[in-house]
């Protein structure tokens, strides 16, 4: 797609997602002039129109690149992501929703029904006296109105789908952003299949003085003052930067604040929360697993919101049991 | 390319064959499981016969992966990576499922061992598709060796190689060498004098021209691997110049300082501050303890220096770090006595006469602080009687779950030293007399005869609180005598508990040091209890005598000997053999978080402070996985046990699973839509 060729198409779409993704595409600034140089955008709900009948009117394949974001919950969002593929040459699971399932995809640890009861029955601030929830089809006098179906698992666009790329970050930063979409333009992907980032973690972004490893005890971030030069694990503060693949910039651990994951595994790595809790189970120093239980139990509360925040939908966990066990 | 997978189905006589249908595994195999080209069971794959199948079928049907189902890798693989070098593959495209431990052994339902070993079968050939070929390596073995501890066992070590012209470095942390036997007066069942059989090796091994001796030093840090570590040894300060000291002694028997000698007195003598621990002590250099030297605490004094003829006193001489290259190393660290205060039931500490075993070792022993007269605290009364009491920390949940081994016999030869010295009746309060050693029964029937009293019974408490006056004055032995079904009050003069043997309190840190493991007690962990006790799971490193489990002394010299032969077969090979199964870092993707770094349990990884990454040095690398795991990068990937291996593994063992709900794995990974009824 040099210069001189047709311009090509470019779709965006959102499902599952908060719209961090859009934002941090906005962010790269005056560059967007350049990919709208280069391409047709043919769909982008968040900043540009596009209807969904046109698209369904395409030939196969006649998208060029599609960047995704969000995971799957509901019929619609399946359904998008389905009719996307098939119009796309490529398509790029992008951030951490469409990748591994991120903040939504901690809704896996309950189904429908506990999401529905706690939207529509328990919030405090509602107001529901009928207990109404939303219906996938209600009569009206008019006719009959479809609601989308809202899914018991969220699943990861690629789940869902086949998907070429993955573009990790919550949100990509706007930087990481252009960097793909230069490697697009100047058709630079690497293998199909493959995260397009580099291939090392946070660690090695982060400034921070590393030593050997022993941890007595875990803390909160507000429970501690931070020595600003050494690193946070070394600290005691749970960060996932060891485990999460560089990209941001270690812009977190910069400010004194724990990684948290939102780049998702390095490359090679199956389950991210697994690779994460074993090395940090490594550490620990003790010997005697009644000490181990209570510095886990006392430092770490929410062991999964902590080792799977971004990666539970897509890890080997996935779901809680739907059993309930 | 789909590689040609050839599988063997061992019968093993009937081990296998008599819980597992190996024809039927075998059938099964060759028809389902993709890329097997060859599938076979025989009675015996490891036979020459069984050997020769495996070579002909990689050269006949071009066979890429062998897999074999039979015994333990522990016994076996080393004969199928053969037969498959022989015929040209190579040894790590080969894979051995254990269908004997793992299934045969472990089951007696036929069909379910059956449909196990399938399971495990179809695990391996999957596995084996994605193997790679190893290459090991060869490194020099340095000819010198370290021996750790001067005991029995390190000095029987030590001389073996030496005698047989190798270099050895023998180090002992106490300024001599000998031991505990060293402090023993005589030795069951032989009754022959310690000394006088142990002090012989001890100058000989201190005059041999090819022992260097470096006593009063430790093991400071060790690094390499097998055939080459690099040891750094503190030597630390005697304040007297070895090469000036002629050993005369004046300086001892000057100084004016006076100390309860603790550890080779066991409390019961005394010690100058410039000491040698005894008499026959080799070397002769005496140290002096800092700690209670009139000089080191008030500044003067000097006196040893003023009277040595040579002038070999030196106040201001430093720890030394010397730094030495071994191929080999032998830790025969030894042991120390259990705290006989922790059962305070028995009384030691509280009541005067209750001894320990080493304090009555030391009483009995014509060189020791009595002269070898079994007397009382006070010095002078003789006992009319002694209760020894066995087992003490030993065989006993609350201290060490383990027999000490020796108390045993020990106890008996207080009994006899009691008898032929004094006029004492001597009564022994046992759990179980084990006496199972060469002459040691006879010697149990000797000490009958000789008139010792046997209790069988643990004893309850060792009391001074009379309740008769017989008992007045008297340590009261409360104990069930459990052939005589009665509680029994034996009033005794003195009471010599047999304390337990006990593993070093650093030995841990020591076998980390030098990259073995203990038991949880603290134990050295030997290679296979019965067909390797005396090499360690570290190449390189070997374990002797008390430091790897209790025994007595005849032990300790086979072990030190067995050691050393161990050693001279490495030296005599000149080279050993690298297993090639070890971890690697990709050191472009490692971002130095030093999570790795002191997880390996074989000192094997390194941190690169320029490059700010972690590497692991091959040689010193067993493969176990642990750094593989950790790593939160996913970096390091342990050669023969790659993700790709084993997950490879895993889905064929789960090959007639179905994919559960929810789950992950390689199935998960595909899009798998969601019935849209919600």
């Not at chain 1, 060729?5 to 779409?13: E, F």
Request: aromatic share 6%; glycine share 8%; charged share 25%.
């Amino acid at each position: 797609m040099s210069e001189g060729k047709a311009k090509g198409k470019l779709a965006v779409y959102w499902a599952a997602s908060c719209g961090g993704c859009d934002i941090s595409t906005l962010g790269i600034d005056t560059k967007i002039l350049d990919v709208a140089e280069h391409f047709d955008i043919v769909m982008w709900p968040c900043a540009a129109d596009g209807k969904v009948h046109d698209i369904e009117k395409m030939a196969d394949g006649e998208i060029d690149v599609c960047l995704f974001n969000g995971g799957i919950r509901t019929s619609e969002q399946e359904y998008m992501a389905q009719l996307l593929r098939k119009k796309s040459k490529v398509l790029v699971a992008f951030g951490s929703c469409a990748s591994e399932g991120c903040i939504p995809g901690l809704g896996n640890l309950n189904d429908k029904a506990s999401c529905f009861k706690t939207v529509y029955h328990d919030s405090p601030s509602l107001d529901n006296p009928n207990g109404v929830e939303p219906q996938p089809v209600t009569e009206v006098p008019e006719g009959k109105l479809h609601l989308p179906v809202y899914y018991d698992t969220l699943k990861t666009l690629g789940q869902t789908v086949k998907v070429d790329y993955m573009l990790p970050g919550c949100p990509p930063e706007s930087d990481r952003i252009w960097d793909a979409i230069v490697a697009i333009l100047e058709n630079k992907l690497p293998e199909p299949g493959s995260v397009i980032g580099s291939n090392t973690t946070v660690c090695d972004e982060c400034p921070r003085k590393r030593e050997e490893k022993k941890i007595k005890k875990f803390y909160r971030t507000w429970e501690i003052e931070v020595d600003p030069d050494r690193c946070l694990l070394e600290q005691g503060l749970l960060c996932a930067g060891i485990a999460t693949r560089a990209g941001c910039g270690a812009l977190c651990p910069q400010v004194n604040s724990p990684c948290i994951g939102c780049y998702g595994p390095n490359n090679g790595v199956e389950d991210h929360g697994m690779q994460l809790l074993s090395a940090v189970a490594s550490v620990i120093d003790s010997e005697d697993p009644d000490e181990i239980d209570a510095i886990i139990k006392e430092g770490i509360p929410d062991p999964v919101g902590s080792f799977y925040r971004f990666s539970l939908a897509q890890s080997n966990l996935r779901r809680k049991n739907k059993a309930g066990v | 390319m789909a590689e040609r997978v050839g599988v063997y189905i061992c019968h093993c006589g009937s081990n296998i064959a008599g819980t597992v249908d190996v024809e039927e595994v075998a059938r099964w195999a060759g028809e389902n499981i993709k890329d097997v080209v060859v599938s076979k069971d025989y009675k015996f794959m490891c036979s020459s016969l069984g050997q020769a199948m495996i070579e002909e079928d990689i050269k006949k049907e071009k066979l890429t992966r062998v897999v074999v189902g039979a015994c333990s890798p522990h016994l076996h693989e080393k004969t199928f990576r053969t037969a498959c070098k022989n015929a040209g593959l190579n040894p790590y495209l080969f894979d051995m499922t254990n269908l004997r431990e793992h299934v045969s052994w472990v089951c007696n339902d036929k069909e379910a061992g059956t449909a196990k070993a399938k399971a495990l079968i179809a695990g391996s050939a999957e596995r084996v598709k994605y193997q790679q070929p190893l290459e090991p390596s060869y490194v020099d073995v340095h000819p010198a060796t370290l021996v750790v501890g001067g005991g029995i066992t390190g000095l029987q070590a030590a001389l073996e190689l030496a005698d047989a012209g190798h270099p050895v470095y023998l180090v002992e942390r106490s300024p001599s060498v000998g031991g505990h036997m060293a402090q023993f007066d005589k030795t069951f069942p032989t009754l022959d004098c310690s000394a006088c059989i142990l002090t012989p090796k001890m100058s000989e091994a201190g005059q041999h021209e090819n022992i260097t001796m470096l006593t009063y030093s430790e093991l400071e840090e060790v690094s390499g691997s097998v055939g080459k570590f690099k040891v750094k040894i503190r030597k630390k300060a005697r304040y007297v110049v070895e090469k000036d000291c002629t050993g005369c002694g004046i300086c001892m028997e000057k100084c004016p300082r006076k100390i309860v000698d603790e550890d080779f007195e066991a409390g019961l003598g005394y010690r100058k501050a410039i000491y040698t621990p005894f008499p026959q002590a080799v070397p002769r250099t005496p140290v002096i303890d800092v700690e209670n030297c009139t000089y080191f605490q008030r500044g003067k004094c000097k006196v040893c220096s003023k009277v040595c003829p040579t002038n070999a006193i030196d106040y201001e001489q430093q720890d030394e770090i010397i730094e030495i290259d071994v191929g080999n190393i032998i830790l025969a660290t030894g042991w120390k006595l259990f705290d006989c205060k922790k059962v305070p039931q028995y009384g030691y500490g509280r009541l005067a006469n209750v001894y320990t075993n080493m304090e009555f070792e030391r009483l009995c022993n014509a060189a020791g602080p009595t002269g070898g007269k079994i007397v009382m605290r006070d010095g002078k009364t003789e006992p009319k009687s002694v209760a020894i009491i066995h087992c003490v920390g030993s065989r006993d949940v609350n201290h060490n779950a383990h027999c000490s081994a020796v108390c045993c016999m020990a106890a008996l030869k207080f009994g006899h030293l009691i008898l032929e010295k004094t006029n004492a009746e001597v009564y022994s309060f046992y759990i179980d007399m084990r006496t199972n050693q060469k002459q040691y029964e006879e010697f149990y029937q000797r000490l009958l005869e000789e008139g010792m009293h046997f209790v069988r019974g643990k004893v309850a408490e060792v009391t001074d609180a009379a309740r008769n006056p017989d008992e007045q004055g008297k340590l009261i032995v409360q104990c069930e005598d459990t052939l005589l079904g009665k509680q029994r009050r034996i009033p005794v003069d003195m009471v010599v508990l047999m304390g337990a043997i006990e593993p070093q309190a650093d030995a841990k840190e020591l076998g980390l040091k030098c990259g073995i493991s203990c038991s949880m007690a603290g134990w050295y962990t030997e290679r296979h209890p019965k067909l390797d006790p005396v090499a360690t799971m570290t190449e390189g490193v070997f374990v002797a005598g008390t430091c790897q489990g209790a025994k007595d002394i005849p032990a300790c010299v086979a072990q030190g000997a067995a050691a050393a032969a161990r050693v001279q077969g490495m030296i005599t090979k000149g080279k050993v053999m690298i297993e090639p199964i070890v971890a690697s870092i990709n050191e472009e993707a490692c971002s130095g978080c030093r999570i790795c770094n002191n997880l390996c349990p074989y000192n094997a990884i390194e941190f690169d402070p320029v490059k700010e990454t972690s590497h692991v040095i091959s040689s010193m690398c067993k493969g176990c996985g642990t750094c593989v795991a950790a790593c939160p990068a996913g970096v390091i990937t342990g050669a023969h046990f790659n993700n790709q291996q084993i997950f490879a593994q895993i889905d064929g063992v789960l090959w007639d699973a179905k994919p559960a709900g929810g789950n992950g794995g390689a199935a998960a990974k595909a899009a798998e839509p969601e019935p849209v009824a919600s």
